[in-house]
């Protein structure tokens, strides 16, 4: 099932290159449940939360062909020193 979900997912990234569709195609659960499972699930204040980091490693693996800047900027994500 996750398999084919996934797959929905990239054919999706690949015909509009778009965050947003990424975000659209994924249940919001998944997220959740991938950080219960991690036992990384925080409540704390970060740069980077652990579900847009998430996020982040999703649609870096569906983009791969951009810099982790590009991917950052797509996401409204600021690089920060």
């Known amino acids: 099932m996750l398999n084919n979900e996934l797959e929905l997912v990239y054919e999706s990234v690949e015909e ?6 990424v975000v659209q195609a994924i249940e919001p ?3 959740e449940k991938s950080l219960l499972a991690t ?3 925080s409540i704390r204040n ?4 652990a579900q847009q980091a998430i996020w982040l490693v ?3 693996g569906l983009i791969r062909n951009k810099s982790i800047k590009e991917v950052c ?3 409204d994500i600021a690089l920060q020193p």
């Open 16 to 21: 509009s290159r778009d965050y947003e569709s």
């Open 29 to 31: 659960e998944w997220i």
């Open 39 to 41: 036992g990384k699930a």
């Open 46 to 49: 970060r740069r980077l939360p």
């Open 58 to 60: 999703i649609w870096m």
């Open 73 to 75: 900027s797509s996401m």
